[in-house]
């Protein structure tokens, strides 16, 4: 079975930064692009940044210039990491793998974490 586990959310005032973290599990053959999404009350799931098994990198415009994807391969694990952050940016963000896994590949979430940017 392949697990994702996001970890790093929390309450943080604007300004300031986070670092979330999103490890995947379990007998993994390959781990292909990897994605953050997030979800505010009331609106739809948001595709925030991806980044490919390569490295490249894609970001929604809203987030351009203050937060930065990464990834470890040897680890499978992505990261987040979320500078002068705004009260906008309050959700609940979630992790997506594309991964290989006993030779079918499949899309797998984790199970979320609150983000909350407030004073």
């Known amino acids: 079975q392949v697990q994702l586990k996001e970890s790093g959310g929390g309450l943080v005032q604007p300004g300031g930064s986070l670092r979330l973290s999103c490890a995947a599990s379990g007998s993994i053959n390959r781990v292909n692009d990897m994605r953050w999404y997030r979800q505010a009350p009331g609106k739809q799931r948001e595709l925030v940044a991806t980044?490919?098994?390569?490295?490249?990198?894609n970001y929604v415009d809203s987030v351009k210039g203050r937060f930065t994807i990464s990834r470890d391969n040897a680890a499978n694990t992505v990261y987040l990491q979320m500078n002068s952050l705004k009260p906008e940016d309050t959700a609940v963000y979630y992790c997506?793998?594309?991964?290989?896994?006993?030779?079918?590949?499949?899309?797998?979430w984790g199970q979320g974490t609150q983000v909350t940017v407030s004073s």
């Open positions: 980044i490919t098994r390569g490295g490249s990198t």
């Open positions: 997506n793998a594309g991964i290989w896994y006993a030779s079918v590949f499949s899309d797998y």
